[in-house]
């Protein structure tokens, strides 16, 4: 199957200028002056993110592993796949999905392949999420994890593949609301169940980060909650932890 063919771009969307806002331990935040169509500008708040993996593990039962935990920003607990940010520099995506599947729920997985690539909130941001499918799955237990540690009240179920597509579509299971954290949820679980259940396509192997411009190397940023207002087209390394990846902005010159 084929997208529908599109037109060439008539114009070019290019940025003015650029101005950082802020950067956090997790998000910076920018805002572009962007080229109009009809000859004019537009302001754009973009936040940029690190980029993440999520993991479609499932078992010989088409069980998915599905984890349920608190999730600050929204005030509630989410049903979720495991998953995790890009946030070591110079580590291979596939790596981080093996490290998050470890850590979060104490499995290790034989079989490796990309079910999908997901950008959640492309009005705003630049994030992307590559959804992985394990399988060949190991039990090999979960690391201790501090009190205060959110994820020290993740919950771990093996949810039928059935079963989690009913929760994406119904948004009702187990006769209590359920919420997901979508589209990422949806996106994987859907895959899945495409993938396992329906289509006579293979999941895409392993491909290298560069082939997904959603995968590009992580660089460093400054210290947390330093706000800045500067144009820049590099960030100076700093001894900060938190890294998110970076693109080098030129803004045009208008003529």
């Not at 411009?213 to 938190?242: K, M, Q």
Request: with cysteine; charged share 25%.
């Amino acid at each position: 199957m084929t997208a529908p063919e599109t037109a060439p771009p008539q114009h070019d969307f290019r940025v003015v200028s650029s101005d950082d806002i802020y950067a956090g331990k997790v998000m910076a935040v920018r805002k572009d002056e962007v080229a109009m169509p009809g000859g004019g500008t537009a302001i754009r708040e973009i936040t940029e993110h690190a980029g993440a993996v999520a993991i479609a593990a499932l078992d010989p039962d088409d069980r998915l592993m599905m984890i349920y935990q608190y999730r600050h920003a929204v005030g509630r607990r989410l049903w979720e796949m495991p998953a995790g940010l890009l946030d070591q520099a110079g580590e291979d995506p596939l790596e981080t999905a093996r490290r998050e599947l470890a850590e979060e729920v104490g499995l290790a997985a034989t079989e490796w392949s990309v079910l999908i690539d997901v950008t959640p909130s492309p009005g705003f941001s630049d994030e992307s999420v590559r959804v992985y499918l394990a399988t060949g799955l190991t039990d090999i237990g979960r690391p201790e994890l501090g009190s205060d540690d959110e994820e020290a009240e993740l919950e771990m179920h093996w949810v039928a593949l059935d079963d989690a597509v009913a929760m994406v579509f119904d948004s009702v299971w187990a006769a209590g609301m359920v919420f997901l954290s979508l589209p990422m949820a949806l996106a994987g679980v859907a895959a899945a169940f495409w993938m396992t259940k329906t289509s006579p396509l293979s999941p895409r192997p392993n491909a290298p980060a560069i082939a997904w411009p959603g995968l590009r190397p992580a660089a460093p940023i400054r210290s947390a909650a330093v706000p800045a207002t500067s144009t820049t087209s590099t960030i100076p390394d700093t001894t900060s932890a938190c890294r998110r990846r970076r693109r080098v902005r030129r803004p045009a010159t208008v003529a």
